[in-house]
């Protein structure tokens, strides 16, 4: 199966082949500033299944956990398509958001809950819940 996912304006995208590695929310501070929400949401897929297309900029940042994260936004409408580093640094990892698909697998993984807002729950008995 392929998905796309684009910015807004249409000018960067990443298409990927195959299921996701590995399908996540983070609860950590960095991502809430991150996504503008309380928490991200995001999927990672192996370097070998995604191509980019179009123009990026590139913004590194050292997170919570100590590791360095390279984040890829366009440079025309600065949406975030996907980054690359952290705790997985061989996968890449896109936003959920990005592919606009409703039907996009549920996320697995809930992670940094120590940060995570009361009124937040992510459900469902297969979602490993991690501090």
């Known amino acids: 199966m392929n998905r796309r996912a684009e910015c807004r304006c249409g000018q960067l995208s990443a298409t990927v082949t195959g299921d996701p590695v590995r399908i996540s929310v983070c609860h950590c501070l960095d991502c809430k500033r991150r996504s503008g929400s ?3 949401a995001q999927a990672r897929f192996a370097q ?8 990026s900029r590139e ?12 984040f890829h936004f366009c440079p025309e409408c600065g949406t975030e398509v996907w980054y ?4 997985l640094p061989d ?6 958001g990005t ?5 996009f697998p549920a996320p697995l993984f ?9 009124w937040v729950a992510i459900l469902g008995d297969k979602v490993e819940h991690c501090d």
């Not at 996968?91 to 959920?96: G, M, T």
């Not at 809930?110 to 009361?118: A, F, G, I, N, T």
């Open 38 to 40: 309380a928490f991200a």
């Open 48 to 55: 070998a299944d995604v191509t980019f297309e179009g123009q």
């Open 59 to 70: 913004w590194a940042h050292v997170g919570e956990s100590g590791g360095c994260t390279a």
């Open 84 to 87: 690359q580093g952290g705790g």
């Open 91 to 96: 996968l890449i990892a896109i936003p959920i």
């Open 99 to 103: 592919f606009a698909d409703p039907a």
């Open 110 to 118: 809930s992670v940094w809950e120590e940060r995570k807002h009361d």
